[in-house]
């Protein structure tokens, strides 16, 4: 980078110019990487409204297809995933007993409490009390009966998921569908809310659209204008202000800012996905043997902080690939949550590449509780592969992935189907390049200490 020029100490104009530029351009890349999980959160909310859901009113209930785009979405239980407004006040959740997953994240999405099983109150249900930021109202005079969550935004994500036990999806369905949001206010007569069946229907919760162009930053302005300013994001915030996006001003730059905010959501979306894919942290690597990696680089919290500071290299990695966030999806603990591993490159080292044949061998029984399962994402969108087959993943829920008596089973991925016929197979699309989610839901001992991997994808 050239340097600024000084004369009698004071900086040359032509030379102040070029200084600018570098400056706005290094300070717009910060802030593209800082505030894309933001801009996700955005077009998590957006996708959600986009199917007919309304705020406080409706969700969509789906298991994830690949005709449902959204970063790393798997096949393996159905997702609810309400968009919360509170704009007039706290909200109630209500939660039925049983086997759900999930948790409130705020509009910069950020996490905010678990709920259901990994939560306080597990299996058994319960209420929570979701409170808007600076709320100071009344509150209800059993308030020991509700987990009370304040939140800094007025806008949050209730994501849900219910895991059918048993391969029982109505079932778990239904769970979804018994979950109840409404006012505090309607707690004597609350208004009924509805779970909407959106299996069948196209969806896209991804800042795809906007995450290499201008619009990212006019969808990344929409949400510091609508929200109230975070004490922690305050030095961040003030580096957008630098660049002519600020709560409380229009959202109208000069051409010159245009042309640096464009070329820096390139470059940051390309920078993103270089900490997701190529990552040169040795803390990533599950197995010294194996290619498998971690997706999640920090299991202590959900929130990406180490002692002392932000693992901001963590963070990047995990909202280029994926969304939300919470300590039940990080914990490294054997039978608790669930476990994810990366799979992007093959036994030697290459890249998985949509045109060729590939083997994976699964050692026999997989150490879990609940259940396994093995899902190929397009690396371009980050989302459930699309190709004829239709299919994205293999589940041990509802796919015959442990033979009796087996001591290993191999999956087959590739663009056309194997020579044996009843191999479980993925469909991969030339041209196009993937990855996989290996999950463990309730993973055992085994699977932490190394006494049970998976082999890499071989070439076949």
């Known amino acids: 980078m050239e340097q600024a020029e000084f004369r009698g100490g004071f900086p040359v104009a032509d030379s102040a110019a ?22 996700s959160m955005e077009a998590i909310l957006r996708g959600t409204r986009a199917t007919g859901a309304r705020d406080n009113v409706s969700a969509p209930v789906l ?28 909200l109630v959740i209500e939660l039925p007993p049983g086997p759900l997953v999930g948790l409130l994240d705020d509009h910069y999405h950020r996490w905010l409490v678990d709920l259901g099983l990994p939560g306080r109150n597990g299996a058994c249900g319960g209420r929570v009390l ?35 036990l048993g391969g029982e999806v109505p079932k778990a369905n239904a769970l979804l569908a ?92 390309d920078e993103l996905l270089v900490s997701a894919f190529a990552s040169r942290r040795p803390d990533r690597v599950v197995w010294p043997d194996r290619a498998w990696e971690w997706v999640g680089l920090r299991p202590e919290n959900g929130a990406f902080e180490r002692a002392g500071s932000l693992d901001v290299e963590a963070r990047d990695r995990w909202f280029a690939q994926a969304i939300v966030a919470s300590p039940a999806m990080f914990r490294r603990e054997p039978g608790t949550g669930s476990l994810y591993w990366l799979g992007l490159r093959d036994a030697d080292g290459g890249y998985l590449d949509g045109a060729r044949a590939y083997r994976l061998r699964v050692p026999l029984p ?28 293999l589940r041990s829920l509802f796919d015959h992935l442990e033979p009796e008596g087996a001591t290993h089973i191999d999956l087959r991925f590739g663009p056309t189907a194997p020579e044996d016929t009843e191999a479980p197979w993925i469909q991969t699309v030339p041209g196009r390049g993937w990855f996989a989610y290996f999950r463990i839901y309730g993973p055992r001992q085994a699977a932490f200490d190394g006494a049970w991997r998976p082999g890499d994808f071989e070439a076949c």
């Open 18 to 39: 070029r200084s600018f530029d570098a400056t706005d351009a290094r300070r717009a890349v910060e802030a593209y990487r800082f505030f894309y999980p933001v801009v």
């Open 178 to 269: 018994s979950v109840r949001i409404h006012p505090l206010a309607q707690r004597d007569a609350p208004r009924a809310f509805t779970a909407v069946d959106r299996d069948d229907t196209p969806m896209d919760t991804t800042p795809l659209a906007w995450e290499d162009n201008l619009e990212f930053w006019r969808v990344l302005h929409h949400v510091i204008d609508t929200e109230p300013p975070v004490a922690e994001l305050r030095p961040m915030l003030g580096l957008l202000a630098e660049l002519g996006v600020e709560a409380g001003r229009p959202f109208a730059l000069d051409a010159r800012t245009e042309r640096i905010l464009t070329r820096a959501a390139r470059q940051g979306r």
């Open 366 to 393: 997989v150490p879990q509780t609940l259940f396994w399962s093995v899902t190929v994402y397009d690396a371009a969108t980050r989302s459930e592969i699309a190709a004829d087959q239709g299919q994205a993943a």
């Open 63 to 90: 298991v994830a297809r690949p005709h449902h785009v959204g970063f790393t979405l798997n096949s393996d239980t159905p997702y609810f995933g309400a968009s919360l407004d509170l704009g007039r006040g706290p």
């Open 130 to 164: 979701l409170l808007p930021p600076g709320y100071r109202g009344p509150m209800p005079r059993d308030t020991d009966a509700y987990e009370v969550v304040r939140s800094d935004t007025w806008r949050v994500l209730c994501a849900l998921r219910a895991l059918p």
